[in-house]
């Protein structure tokens, strides 16, 4: 995603530079989702708009839990934190719980 979204300016931190995916071999997951990360048009649902400007989708809330569930079982990833849920709003991390954060608070804001 840095050279999508970030113009390639996004730089890994020192602790995970040279980290192999955390994907089995042989584990069977659509190719979008055998990557370090995927992004998927949720078709259905609608947006929910605060009046702090949030936005929430309950439909894509309820897609992104299951494939973090799956991908988590997939693997084995039994720590809390497994599977990094991100996205741009704050109403939407609380709806999705499962540690969902939002972009600034990954950028440590």
């Known amino acids: 995603p840095r050279q999508l979204f970030y113009g390639g300016q996004l730089r890994d931190a020192a602790c995970v530079k040279g980290r192999p995916p ?3 071999p042989g584990a069977s997951l659509p190719l979008a989702l055998a990557r ?7 078709a259905r649902g609608s947006e929910k708009f605060e009046t702090s400007g949030s936005v929430s989708n309950e439909a894509e ?3 992104v839990q299951r494939l973090a569930s ?17 996205t741009p709003y704050a109403a939407q991390a609380r709806l999705i719980g499962n540690g969902a954060r939002t972009v600034d608070s990954w950028q440590g804001g």
């Open 22 to 24: 955390p994907f089995r």
């Open 36 to 42: 370090r990360y995927a992004i998927v048009d949720v």
């Open 61 to 63: 809330a309820e897609l």
């Open 70 to 86: 799956t991908l988590a079982q997939l693997h084995g990833l039994t720590c809390p934190g497994g599977v990094a849920i991100i």
